[in-house]
């Protein structure tokens, strides 16, 4: 079946633009996790949703990140007014009842 | 503060030699330690759950919570093993998000 699908791939944007970034998990997985993975370390955690609720973003760097998952399936990771810093790949997670997560392909944004 | 480090970024072996990539952490409660491998131009994916306590790919870790280390061992390391191995931390009573160590590429020579 089809796995995690991460869109897009790649993003380059200028700083200060804002950036969208889209998660469609595995269909029927409850729990949806947000990981941001700078180069040459490991992801670091951002924020969980448990179907549409968001139950833990403290992760998020800075109050110019945003998550929702409105309908409880796919998400969407907002970057306002981006950052070089913010330049890293994104990874979206899924799991069902388990702790057994899926991951993404990821999105690699770049910040000019 | 939870933490889980790999204090090797890269480890090089020839083909046919053991392997122990490091792995240690530091957590106060009862945690859930797990082997993630990425593959040249793949996705993160689960190797092994310490809760398993399964062989996979001819791979083992087992969990010493007195030096708080899960190491990952393999006994003949294979070209194919060639990858970025993380070692990750998760919490029962937080939704099950991950805490990450800094990975290790291991490259395995023929």
């Known amino acids: 079946g089809a796995g995690v699908s991460q869109s897009p791939r790649y993003k380059v944007a200028k700083r200060g633009q804002d950036v969208a970034l889209r998660c469609d998990p595995i269909s029927g997985h409850v729990s949806l996790f947000w990981y941001q993975q700078a180069l040459g370390q490991g992801p670091e955690f951002l924020t969980y949703f448990q179907n549409e609720a968001q139950l833990d973003k403290s992760g998020l760097p800075s109050d110019r990140f945003f998550a929702e998952r409105p309908e409880g399936s796919v998400s969407t990771l907002k970057i306002q007014r981006t950052q070089q810093e913010d330049s890293a790949v994104y990874l979206c997670a899924s799991s069902s009842a388990g702790l057994k997560q899926f991951f993404g392909p990821g999105t690699r944004l770049t910040v000019l | ?110």
């Open chain 2, 1 to 110: 503060a939870q933490r889980v480090t790999q204090p090797e970024k890269l480890l090089s072996v020839f083909k046919g030699a053991p392997v122990e990539l490091k792995c240690n952490y530091s957590y106060s409660g009862s945690p859930e330690l797990f082997w993630y491998v990425q593959y040249s131009r793949q996705r993160l994916q689960l190797l092994l759950r310490h809760i398993s306590r399964e062989s996979i790919k001819g791979f083992t870790a087992d969990l010493n919570k007195g030096e708080t280390s899960f190491h990952l061992k393999k006994p003949f390391a294979q070209e194919e093993d060639s990858a970025m191995y993380y070692c990750a931390l998760s919490f029962y009573n937080q939704g099950g998000k991950l805490i990450f160590g800094q990975g290790t590429e291991l490259s395995v020579k023929p």
